[in-house]
């Protein structure tokens, strides 16, 4: 059975920095393409980020240059290494799988949330 | 950057009754839509893939259609667990935009 289990979301101040992690059950997260969407209070579906199985990487312009993401294929687990964050970085964070070799999303974790505040 | 844009915002409905929702594309994107259901406090869960295709396990009153820039998802029969808010996103290019959502409520 395929699950994602997000953890790692907090509270933490502008300007921080807050590392997710999405341990992934089911599947081979280095076989599969791996997003990243987040949901801010109240609104709608915002994707952030994907690594691709061969690792590329590509990033939403609100994120790019702070938001990190990568994989650990040994502990079969996504990560995004979020930084500088801001007010408007407060959301519930998803990881979702790929369906394999495609670009719509399969299976969602349930979310962590984030919490930027001073 | 591909702008998603959904209509109605948010829609009254009864059981029984048969719903359409659209979605438009800011520029051509063949196939390349997909609707996902969200139900409060869940994740977001698949219904539909290349504006056609219904994922496994949905049932069949969902249906999509469209191709271009024009998208609908149909719901031929409502059902009390279709309340929810239904969100459209195109896989045709980086960033994988979503529409800002269609939220269905009982009337």
């Known amino acids: 059975e395929v699950q994602l289990v997000e953890s790692g979301g907090d509270l933490i101040q502008p300007g921080g920095s807050l590392r997710l992690s999405c341990a992934a059950s089911g599947f081979a997260v280095s076989n599969n393409y791996m997003s990243w969407v987040r949901q801010a209070p109240g609104r709608g579906l915002e994707w952030l980020s994907v690594i691709y199985s061969g690792g590329s990487t590509y990033y939403a312009d609100s994120v790019k240059g702070r938001f990190t993401i990568s994989r650990d294929n040994s502990k079969n687990t996504l990560y995004l290494q979020m930084n500088s964050l801001r007010a408007e970085d407060t959301a519930v964070y998803y990881c979702?799988?790929?369906?394999?070799?495609?670009?719509?999303?399969?299976?969602w974790g349930q979310g962590t949330l984030v919490t930027v505040s001073s | 950057d591909i702008q998603m844009t959904q209509s109605p915002s948010s829609l009254s409905a009864s059981v029984g009754d048969r719903v359409t929702i659209t979605c438009r594309a800011s520029q051509n994107i063949i196939s390349y839509l997909n609707w996902y259901q969200q139900n409060p406090g869940k994740a977001p869960k698949l219904l539909m893939y290349s504006a056609s295709t219904l994922q496994s396990g949905v049932p069949s009153r969902f249906s999509g259609s469209g191709s271009g820039t024009d998208f609908t998802l149909t719901i031929s029969s409502l059902q009390p667990e279709d309340f929810a808010t239904y969100y459209c996103?195109?896989?045709?290019?980086?960033?994988?935009?979503f529409g800002q959502g269609t939220k269905l409520e009982i009337k």
């Open positions: 979702a799988r790929h369906s394999s070799g495609y670009y719509w999303f399969d299976y």
């Open positions: 996103q195109q896989s045709y290019s980086i960033p994988y935009t």
